[in-house]
């Protein structure tokens, strides 16, 4: 199996080399400079011209607050940009598999979301995710859309990364309490989607196979309860102790807003395709311990 992915430095594209490795998986990456998602003829033309089973569109416009002062830029990485990819895999006669985000909801239920649940994103950055939802389904009718939520890995910019690097030199972190999520390792993401994608392959046909899927580890926590498992296990590797101080979103404005509830239903997914990601903390864990113990591995992140 070949898999055309749009990104290459992302966390879910080095996940999805990663782990395409060890599966037997060829991974092509078509990133900057090469490829700029704001230029969608250029996008359409790389994708049309690279040979590949399922195109994964792994690259966007991931700054959330910034994304608020950006919004044009935003919507053409994550709407438009997306779109293209849709097409161009759709011009080829592939499925595409287009990675969204819990933020294309609220937050305000009461109940993890399923996938038919109404959305409603808070900030332009969940706005211009689920313009791109749409612009897939409707320019591919191949098409899976996996919702991701939380994601952190060893590569790039993420959650677990800046407590590692808070608890360097901090005793105490305040972090937000009374928002709610399942941290999702890209790794474990990586494995579902390349899972996903010989489904594909193997049953072009099967109308189920298609459309909207969450997608995340599983079991939920607090970003306070994630922080305190990534100290407690670097505690545990020598790192010094950290303590979590519980604060609440008010305490800790951002540009944009964020759903208080962010807990995705994977129950979809394991019931079409078999698959459920890990309970968050081993991985949360073995991320830590990876990223401890042998940091030069992922230096170029
Ligand atoms: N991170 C999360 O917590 C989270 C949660 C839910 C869903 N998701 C979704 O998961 C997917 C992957 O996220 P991630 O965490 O892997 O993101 P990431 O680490 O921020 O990587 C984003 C990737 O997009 C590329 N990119 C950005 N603008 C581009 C453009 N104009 N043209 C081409 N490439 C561009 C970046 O390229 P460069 O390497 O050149 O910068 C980078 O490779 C995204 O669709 C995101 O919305 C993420």
Redesign the pocket.
Known sequence: MRLVV????????RALVERGRSAGVEVVCL??PE????EPEFVARAIEATRGDVVI???????VDKAEAEPELAM???GE?ARAVAAAAAMTGRPVV??????VFDGALDRPYREDDPVGPLGVYGRT?LAGEIAVATANPRHVIA??????SP????FLKTMLRLGLTRDEVGVVADQWGAP?S?LDLADGLIAMARRLIAEPDNASLYGVFHATGSLYTSWAGFAATIFVQAAALGRRPVAVTPISTAQYPTPAARPANSRLDSGKLRRVYGLTLPEWRGPAQDCVKRLILSPEADKQS
Do not use: P
């Open positions: 749009t990104g290459r430095k992302g966390q879910v594209a990133a900057r490829i700029d998602l704001t569109n792994a690259a966007a416009y991931t700054a053409q990485v994550n940009g287009q990675i969204s985000t819990d933020y995710k919702r991701a939520a939380w994601v952190y590569f790039g910019h993420n999702t890209a």
